[in-house]
């Protein structure tokens, strides 16, 4: 078998029926032996998906067969090579569900689609319009995501939000925390690109007034200029590898919560009580897997 890859997606877009699709979903990612996470609500889809390369494009194939969704803007990427050959692994199961919202945020109720999307979101920059932007102003870059993403890439000299949850972000918003920002040029970036989707209307409706998004998130601008732009270290995923990197020479920008040696590899707590992940060096990870294990 040859290596698992890894696809991520996601389409607003309003669905009258999510338990139809729900149904649907599952049946064509289990048919082909996919495993991932697949979400469905109201406003659209959210999916990241593992498997070998022929059932992934038969699976892009048939969800672009469903009209709503033939214009998703799906992202490859290489999975862990693994001696088992199991390349599903990369994956404990599939999960097909349906929720108020496809990211959680909290405000389902704040967001609003239509067939073209998110209404009243950034502005979106290809990474090249970023490049171009930040030569001409004094722009601020913004982490959607949470403080153990951002602790092991980021944005050079981004804000990096101290949260652990995206409900954190609108927490953050509301606290009047970023209000010196409201007349500055403001980028958001996440993974995939969907937080931003959610967050930039969020920000819009709170005063700030120019708002952008990184089209494609860190994914897609890793794949345009990998470590040799403004990004620096890893970036965080949602399966078995935790972590990728866009070179051969991507910067270890991340610290061991409990030593500060530099890290990249991120651990889940050992206390079954709590759900708390941290950056943690193999060494320390190795005498102990508690959050608390530094104190």
Partial sequence: MGTPKVILFYVFTPLTDPEAIRAWQRSLASSLGLRGRVIISPHGINATLGGDLAPLKAYVRGLRDYTPFRGADVKWSVGRALEDGVTTALFPRLSVKVRDEVVTFGRPEELEVDEQGVVGGGQRLTPAQLHELVEREDVVMVDGRNAVEGAVGHFRD?????????????????????????????????????????????????????????DGGIARYGEAYGDDGLWEGSMYVFDDRTTVDFSDHTAVVGRCDACETASKDVVDCADLACVRRMVRCSACAAVDHRCDAHA
């Fill in 158 to 214: 981004a804000v990096v939000p101290d949260v652990e949850t995206t409900r954190g972000l609108v927490d953050l918003l509301e606290s009047g925390a970023w209000d010196h920002l409201k007349d500055r040029p403001v980028v958001t970036y996440c993974t995939g690109g969907i937080r931003c989707e959610v967050l930039t209307p969020l920000m819009r409706r709170r005063g700030f007034e120019r708002v952008y998004q990184l």
